[in-house]
């Protein structure tokens, strides 16, 4: 499998991880399978998060954890669910702002608590 060296966008990524499962990973894994994994992937940037920027301190167990890491193992957990579910994440995504700019035009500018 080639892994560009740039950046690349959300089609192109669903791309490279059916090839990668395909070729690779035999095959998906089960949709809740997959749904229990990305709680789990989930649970472990959670926990980095927790000690980073939380009143938690870091504990021998973790380290070597990696904020960017535990990140792209949701996006990659959350990519094989799109695959696996038919959604176009591209298209998701630009509804998803569509939907929040219109909702919240102005809610968040005239909330008080944000000022």
């Given at each position: ?13 669903q791309e490279m991880v059916d090839e990668w499962i395909k070729t690779i990973g035999v095959r998906y894994f089960s949709e809740l399978t997959n749904m229990t994994i990305l709680t789990e992937e989930v ?73």
């Amino acid at each position: 499998m080639n892994i560009p060296n740039r950046n690349i966008g959300l089609a192109e990524a669903q791309e490279m991880v059916d090839e990668w499962i395909k070729t690779i990973g035999v095959r998906y894994f089960s949709e809740l399978t997959n749904m229990t994994i990305l709680t789990e992937e989930v649970g472990e940037l959670a926990r980095i998060m927790a000690r980073k920027y939380g009143d938690q301190s870091f504990k021998k167990s973790d380290e070597g954890a990696e904020l960017a890491d535990e990140m792209a193992d949701v996006l990659w957990v959350l990519i094989c669910l799109a695959n696996q579910t038919g959604v176009d994440l591209n298209q998701a995504f630009l509804n998803n702002v569509e939907k929040k700019t219109r909702r919240d035009k102005n809610r968040h500018q005239n909330n008080p608590k944000l000022k």
